[in-house]
């Protein structure tokens, strides 16, 4: 099976080819044929299984005839990094149509996006709380809106748009193909499939698993000598490219220092970071500038990085879930990656579950020169107790009225 079976013009053909596109995922053979007859889907698919060219090159493909210079095709998607891959995507595929897409997203200046929305984009790929923005500020008109698109719906419902969607979808005609991509299905996004999707061609694409390109080892280890693990398995194994998770922005930021100091080239990608830092951190990673990149959660979705080579989890995430999205950021478009997780002893509950997922144990790996029986830092009841109340030995003005014997009301 090859592209050339979808009939798609040639001016996306070539960005296809410029792509390096060759044999569509299960998701783009079964997903494009129906989107292009212009039939509502519903796919249930897990992450790096190529989503976005399955909707983004038929959208292109219908685009091509009608007119220019408004806004008629829509994509939501929860995150600015899964905005900005959606927007690069379709600039590249659809370089030689001319048509023009543009990203829409908080965090960054409006004014940029603004004039592309008045110049005329025809593809709007947006997160929901900024568009909405626009949207009452009579700047983005959706109106004209032919095909609607919402990508990672069930992440949007966790991070709290589902208010915000439906305010969007209000302003939608009820003339629209409507395609909504989801990794799981919630009840909340069940009753939302029945409000907006017409007969519907649904399918699923593998289960919540992870997906079957990854292989898995997991490295039991005490919280206090996870970073000398990382350090150790990072020189001692032949990694390209690799992503590792931390739970905190203070513990991203902080693991990024000390591996920068081990003499790794790294950055890292959180969420006090500037859009322009967060685009720096992903171009460099994506480049090969940074080999390494120490990440939140925030790259679990939403980064569309082919190379990587391992996932490796510094700190487990909460759910089979969470799990799945994060490593499936290897093992992308049916190429082999590896999955390293550091695991406490209080987190067996939660290897038990991803085991079952996966249909059998995972292998737990120890490296033969690391020294596990190394203490824990010692700290002092003194360094202890400043720790618990950082404001102990600070002087308020309330101290003081208390000094002088009044008190405060």
Same mark, same amino acid.
């Given at each position: ?56 090159? #038929?959208?292109?493909?219908?685009? %091509? ?28 595929? *659809? ?63 966790? %991070?709290? $748009?589902? #208010? ?34 017409? +007969? ?17 080892? %997991? ?18 194994? +032949? ?23 081990? *003499?790794? #080239? ?75 997780? $550091? ?8 290897? +038990? ?30 360094? $202890?107790?400043? %720790? ?8 308020? #003005? ?12």
């Amino acid at each position: 099976m090859s592209f050339k079976q979808f009939y798609f013009d040639p001016q996306i053909k070539a960005g296809i080819s410029s792509l390096g596109y060759t044999t569509p995922t299960p998701i783009q053979m079964q997903a494009i044929p129906a989107i292009l007859q212009g039939r509502d889907v519903m796919g249930l698919a897990q992450t790096g299984t190529g989503k976005t060219a399955a909707f983004a090159l #038929p959208i292109l493909q219908r685009l %091509m005839k009608g007119s220019r210079r408004r806004a008629r095709a829509l994509i939501l998607a929860p995150t600015r990094e899964l905005a900005e891959q959606i927007h690069e995507f379709i600039d590249e595929a *659809g370089k030689a149509t001319r048509l023009r897409s543009v990203a829409v997203y908080g965090g960054v200046s409006k004014n940029p996006q603004i004039q592309k929305l008045q110049a005329g984009a025809e593809i709007v790929v947006a997160c929901p709380g900024r568009l909405l923005d626009l949207i009452n500020q009579g700047v983005a008109n959706l109106a004209d809106i032919e095909v609607f698109v919402m990508d990672e719906a069930d992440h949007m419902f966790d %991070m709290g $748009f589902l #208010p915000d969607i439906r305010k969007i979808i209000n302003r939608l005609s009820g003339k629209r193909q409507t395609l909504l991509f989801s990794a799981t299905m919630p009840d909340d996004i069940q009753n939302l499939t029945r409000e907006i999707l017409q +007969n519907p061609v649904t399918f699923q694409i593998g289960s919540n698993a992870p997906v079957s390109t990854v292989s898995h080892a %997991m490295y039991p280890i005490a919280s206090h000598l996870k970073t000398a693990l990382l350090v150790e398995i990072l020189k001692g194994t +032949n990694m390209k490219s690799v992503l590792v998770f931390a739970r905190t922005k203070h513990r991203t930021t902080k693991v990024a220092l000390q591996m920068k100091k081990a *003499g790794f #080239p790294v950055s890292s990608l959180q969420g006090n970071l500037s859009q322009t830092q967060r685009q720096t951190a992903l171009r460099g990673f994506r480049d090969g500038k940074y080999r390494i990149l120490i990440a939140t959660d925030i790259a679990a979705r939403g980064i569309d990085v082919s190379r990587i080579s391992h996932v490796i989890n510094y700190d487990m995430p909460d759910t089979v879930e969470a799990y799945t999205h994060r490593v499936g950021r290897t093992g992308r478009a049916a190429k082999a990656g590896d999955a390293f997780s $550091f695991v406490t002893s209080d987190e067996r509950n939660l290897v +038990n579950s991803i085991e079952y997922a996966l249909g059998g144990q995972i292998e737990k790996r120890t490296l033969e020169q690391f020294d596990y029986s190394k203490p824990a830092p010692v700290v002092s009841s003194g360094e $202890f107790s400043s %720790m618990r109340n950082p404001n102990r030995h600070k002087f308020s #003005p309330r101290m003081a009225l208390r000094a002088s014997g009044h008190r405060s009301r």
